[in-house]
């Protein structure tokens, strides 16, 4: 069975510094890497995903994940936060093979992010 | 503009009393999904439909119903709600062969069992 955790329930972080939004995950085979943001009420939105090749994926409003297999990490980053990045993130993982590959997202419990002005 | 609606946005009922929220896209999108989302969770997957009449189960399947008989709609049943099944219920829906494609998620539904 495939998971996803987020060790992180919250992350503070002051405007302009740089953010870190960690994620490790558990599949067989190579996966395929997912991060979603949340803005308050509202429905989930796609950030960035990692299909294949450069291991450095860059997505929406300025982030970036970088996929590391030895570690089973996808952590997200930003080098500069702003106020307005401040929203709960999600990672999700699903398999590239099998019964659920393409139909199953398989999600970590997510994380606060709070940018401080 | 290419949405996927929820309704109701909000719902109070009571144990045992039926209930339907709606779900509908407008991408033509063969792919879609409940989520119920809990907090320290995330989101678990319901149940899932690849296309016209053609559903499975998700992670957390008990309790619920769903029907696909048209491309747009997937709506999610309750027979007899509980207050276990309190929760933030979102849908979604993705296009062409599965996770190649970012999900597409609605609004929410808080739903509320007493």
């Known amino acids: 069975a495939q998971s996803v955790a987020q060790p992180e329930d919250q992350v503070n972080v002051a405007e302009g510094n740089p953010l870190t939004v960690k994620c490790t995950y558990s599949?067989?085979?190579?996966?395929?890497l997912f991060w979603y943001v949340q803005y308050p009420n509202r429905g989930l939105q796609f950030l960035l995903k990692?299909?294949?090749?450069?291991?450095l994926v860059k997505g929406s409003y300025g982030f970036e994940a970088e996929f590391n297999k030895s570690q089973t990490s996808f952590h997200l980053k930003k080098p500069s936060a702003l106020v307005s990045d401040s929203a709960l993130y999600f990672c999700?993982?699903?398999?590239?093979?099998?019964?659920?590959?393409?139909?199953?997202?398989?999600f970590g419990g997510g994380t606060r992010l709070m940018v401080k002005p | 503009e290419a949405q996927v609606t929820q309704n109701p946005r909000y719902l109070i009922t009571v144990t045992g009393k039926k209930l339907t929220v709606t779900c509908s896209q407008n991408?033509?999108?063969?792919?879609m999904s409940w989520y119920r989302q809990d907090p320290g969770l995330g989101l678990r997957q319901i149940y899932y439909?690849?296309?016209?009449?053609?559903?499975d189960k998700g992670d957390v399947p008990e309790g619920y119903k769903v029907s696909r008989k048209e491309k747009r709609n997937f709506p999610l049943i309750l027979e007899s709600p509980s207050p276990n099944q309190t929760s933030l219920y979102f849908c979604?829906?993705?296009?062409?062969?599965?996770?190649?494609?970012?999900?597409?998620f609605g609004p929410g539904t808080r739903l509320t069992v007493t």
């Open positions: 979604a829906s993705w296009s062409g062969a599965g996770v190649f494609y970012e999900q597409y």
């Open positions: 999700a993982v699903s398999p590239r093979w099998g019964n659920n590959a393409g139909n199953m997202l398989t």
């Open positions: 599949v067989s085979g190579n996966p395929y």
């Open positions: 991408m033509n999108h063969e792919y």
């Open positions: 439909s690849m296309n016209v009449e053609v559903t």
């Open positions: 990692y299909i294949t090749g450069d291991n």
